[in-house]
DNA sequence: CCAACTGTATTACTGTTATAATACAGTAGG
DNA sequence: CCTACTGTATTATAACAGTAATACAGTTGG
């Protein structure tokens, strides 16, 4: 699992770590069932106290993402798919939202949005492909 | 000048001050040489600290977008078309681009990023039209 | 000059974050 | 059973960011 933290975002790192994994699991790149990474790991990975790495993942386990299991591990808890599709327009919408308040503001019309949008898809799916293939 | 900020947001005061009147500048609402209200004005209104409110002046007058004038008030600087038109694409983009990237982790085809655009600048619109007639 | 308004520097308080060290709690396997 | 892993709670410390209170500094107009 490759996480990136930025140090300097202004965003704390706990909260920082649990968005990337709560994506990841939303977007089922992580089964369900399937164990995390522990928590020392983790830690020891990104050079971060393992207190951090345990206060992210208990924001996950609070939105019933995870399960934490003492002695054993951290598993994807199941997520119905309906909750696993309606997570995911939620949060695309929460961020659409607010691009297509800034157009409405600066009265940019819809049309050049559309085509705004079309040269960002290319732009990150062209990257994807890239990073596939490394 | 309307402005709210949000106490709970996890966003400081100042910078949501400051992104306010920043998109009001870029949007052309407030004229060059314009005074704004002053900062303990403005800090009344919001229930707010002067210096809070002297924070977010602070951001506004390094990015060229306002100047101060100790004793006299703040003032709408002479921002050039062609700066303010690229100011507000670069934001427009750096917004519109998080959510292309979630669109394209969480493997949502561009058509329904169209749609919901659409739907999103319908919302927006109406709400604009409403706010007019008060 | 001085009153009343501007913006601002200084200082202090507060909450949050991150870290560290330590000890505790639960599980699995030899 | 005991070792070696899991995750967790506690406590203390440090650093930092945000906000606030106060006092200071500059301008204007009577």
Do not use: C
Not at 36 to 56: F, H, Y
Not at 76 to 99: F, M, N, T, Y
Request: aromatic fraction near 4%.
């Amino acid at each position: 699992m490759l996480l990136q933290i930025d140090h300097h975002s202004g965003q704390p790192i706990y909260r920082q770590v649990a968005e990337q994994i709560r994506r990841q699991i939303l977007a089922g790149h992580l089964a369900e069932g399937e164990q995390l990474v522990s928590v020392r790991e983790l830690a020891g990975q990104l050079k971060v106290n393992p207190m951090t790495i345990s206060k992210a993942y208990g924001l996950l386990e609070a939105e019933g993402l995870l399960e934490r299991r003492r002695g054993v591990g951290l598993f994807i808890a199941r997520v119905r798919p309906d909750r696993r599709s309606a997570g995911k327009s939620q949060l695309l919408e929460q961020i659409l939202a607010k691009a297509v308040a800034a157009a409405v503001q600066f009265d940019i019309p819809e049309t050049e949005v559309h085509a705004l949008t079309e040269r960002l898809f290319e732009r990150y799916s062209s990257r994807i492909r890239r990073d596939e293939h490394e």
